[in-house]
């Protein structure tokens, strides 16, 4: 019933939309600060008003664009443009990623305690299977590349090995990208924080959007799990 979405609308007041725009940008603020940190440890020094600025182009690609890693895709074009290392530049986006897939973890109990009383259809069976998948994948990619790396000696006058060639070593420079990362522990650390303080600004904004404009009863943690699912 648009009606009376248009409806709800009106009656929110406006210092609360102010307000949860405001935390909103805040939490986008803690974003580049992230991406900042992990680019710094990468050694592409660009600054913190320069990766707002990417974090906020990359916010609305994402959001406008037919994927979620369309924003990604302009980030790592725009930062490689400046003369920086593709790989290392992407291989940092991924981490950027990981931190936030990391993140969810600690939101998932949420869905697990109040998913019933929500009546939200969880099956814990869904993300075993997807985590065995995953493993799966990772050895069996690892297996393969192995497998390749036999074949190329013998046929590395082939065109069709070519491909090979160039993917061996995009991702031999983003392995050892991700170890400079493990040897940095602390960073990592940080950047976990900063995504989990983005996370929890960004369904706080949420939230207060909900409960006290629209006026929804609906708690913060039960916003956050519904939040999760989506």
Do not use: C
């Amino acid at each position: 019933d648009w009606e009376e979405v248009f409806y709800a609308l009106r009656t929110v007041p406006v210092g609360i939309i102010i307000f949860g725009g405001a935390a909103l940008a805040v939490g986008q603020l803690i974003a580049a600060l992230r991406l900042n940190i992990l680019l710094n440890s990468q050694e592409i020094r660009i600054g913190y008003l320069r990766a707002l600025r990417l974090n906020l182009i990359g916010l609305f690609a994402s959001n406008y664009l037919p994927s979620t890693v369309g924003g990604d895709a302009l980030k790592l074009a725009m930062i490689a443009r400046e003369g920086h290392s593709k790989t290392t530049t992407l291989a940092t986006l991924a981490a950027d990623r990981l931190t936030s897939m990391i993140t969810m973890l600690f939101f998932l109990p949420f869905i697990f305690l109040l998913g019933r009383e929500l009546q939200l259809d969880v099956n814990v069976g869904i993300f075993l299977v997807a985590a065995i998948g995953l493993g799966i994948l990772i050895v069996g990619s690892v297996l393969l590349l192995g497998r390749l790396n036999e074949t190329i000696q013998v046929h590395n006058e082939h065109l069709v090995f070519r491909w090979y060639v160039i993917l061996k070593d995009i991702l031999s420079r983003m392995i050892l990208a991700f170890k400079l990362w493990i040897e940095q522990p602390a960073v990592l650390g940080v950047a976990v924080l900063l995504s989990l303080a983005t996370f929890l600004v960004g369904y706080f904004s949420g939230w207060v959007l909900i409960s006290q404009g629209a006026g929804a009863d609906i708690k913060f943690v039960e916003w956050i799990a519904v939040s999760v699912v989506m």
